[in-house]
């Protein structure tokens, strides 16, 4: 499958973040997708061009953009979908590994260790999910007569991988945590940097040996990634490295479906995914912000009102969040009217609470598809932290996710190491059904950023704006990012000085960032589908390298 020029992106493409845009909300008249790399989106529009459904839409998608955009995501990281089915179904595919069957705690013990490490080997903890997802998506949309084949879905990521691909501005300005360990890490020199560097905008890549290993998933299928010659490979390389996942982890692993979140609110229905992922906070947030009076859009009172429901939402969500296997607490017990009110009324609308948030850094990929027919599908697919374990399996050329260092070595804490257990994820795919029929897919990707960048979106949306400028307008975030140890509210320069102003005299805070566009703040979007005439909105971040396409 070959691609033609992309339809109207509407974002910009390869934009410095500090350039100035004004937000022009694409419509497309029956389907469209949104990814923060344009090759991603073009390889989604292509798909439906030839009659494919959303879910074959994004499974193409993930293909591609675990090629092109490799620091912020890869086939040996974890997945999860939400989809919504036209009569109003939503369904929850669950694609995330848990820890090998040799990660215990006496083995990092053993080795020194206090914590776990962010980056080699022994930071390649689990078992990847991701492939696995998309195994359960293609059954589920061949279940509802799709017919693509996967040769047809995976050939651009192949084609990208062997023939090469641009470096992104976004991967060739990054400053990777831990960078010199990193650089150290088992293939990931020899792969992904030139003369020890990270290479140029626009250099071209190629990535033999994990085109070969997509071609081998298109041919022999998905689940040769665990139980087939693909596996055999991963699992040899894990061992010759050190990693604690065994062939035996890899065999034994399979997506499943999970029941959604959802909470109602005013005007629509939200969906989230449900432990072990912090899906839970982004309901909550939306919930206890909708008791405040918070005033008009992008006011004082309104961000405010978000911030405050923030600190609430993380402060129940790192009580409850575990393995849902270890849950002590029903989640869906938290989402309810009660719940928004008691912890609305614990917040004071004129001044700031404290804030003891811990640190959770990442990188990740949202991408959303909707097709004529009105499915739906808001996907994230992550390596944990920018590059993952860095570990680069020489057999595949796969690069490995340290997903497993949110585990505890400590015996007695919420969520210790354990073989066989799953550990906390920040990712939150999200979908709203709205009272009036309109079908909202939306995300974004960062971390603990991902709630409260996803509630700045969609409260904006729900509060008048169109789509594009939902996802373009500035943005904040509360806590620590890469490189510092601040919990200060982060707010990007094209606030409102008045903005800034008010909420640093209610205590908040406030450190500008001195960019109109910070990355780490970014990499959301949205995709709105009309019911009375099936029309679809499509916007993509100006922070990523991305946009939207569609028919």
Known sequence: MRIGALAHTGARNNVPPDAPRMPDTPVFSKAAVAAPHRLAAETGRAVLAEGGNAVEAMIAMAATIAVVYPHMNAIGGDGFWLIREPGGKVRAIEACGPAGSLATIKRYRDKGYDTIPARGPDAAVTVAGAVGGWQAAYEYSRSRGARLPLPTLLSEAVRFAREGCPVSESEARGKPNEAETLHRAPGFAETFLAEGKTPAAGTSRKLPALGATLDQLADAGLEDFYRGDIGREIAADLERIGSPVTRADLERFRARLVEPLSAKLRQATVYAFPPPTQGLAALL?????????????????????????????????????????????????????????????????????????????????????????????????????????????????????????????????????????????????????????????????????????????????????????????????LGRTWGQTSTTLKMESRFDAAIMEGLARMGHEVEELGVPYFETCGHAGMLVKHPRNGRVEAAHDPRSDGGAAGI
């Open 285 to 477: 947030i939306l919930g206890i912000r909708e008791r405040l009076a918070s005033g008009r859009v992008d006011s004082v009172e309104h961000h405010h009102a978000l911030i405050e429901s923030v600190k609430r939402a993380f402060a129940i969500r790192d009580r409850v969040v575990t393995d849902p296997d270890g849950l002590r607490h029903k989640v869906e017990d938290f989402l309810t009217p009660k719940v928004f009110e008691r912890e609305a009324a614990r917040i004071d609308m004129r001044r700031a609470a404290r804030f003891p948030l811990a640190p959770a850094e990442g990188d990740t990929v949202w991408m959303g598809a909707i097709d004529g027919d009105g499915l739906a599908v808001s996907y994230i697919q992550s390596l944990y932290w920018e590059w993952g374990s860095g570990c680069v399996l020489p057999g595949t050329g796969i690069i490995w996710q340290n997903r497993g260092a949110s585990f505890s070595l400590d015996h007695a804490a919420g969520n210790p190491l354990e073989p066989g257990r799953k550990p906390f994820h920040t990712l939150i795919p999200a979908l709203a059904a709205l009272d009036d029929g309109r079908v909202v897919s939306y995300g974004s990707m960062g971390g603990d950023g991902q709630p409260q960048f996803q509630a700045q979106v969609l409260t904006r949306y729900l509060g008048g704006m169109g789509a594009a400028d939902a996802v373009d307008g500035p943005r904040w975030l």
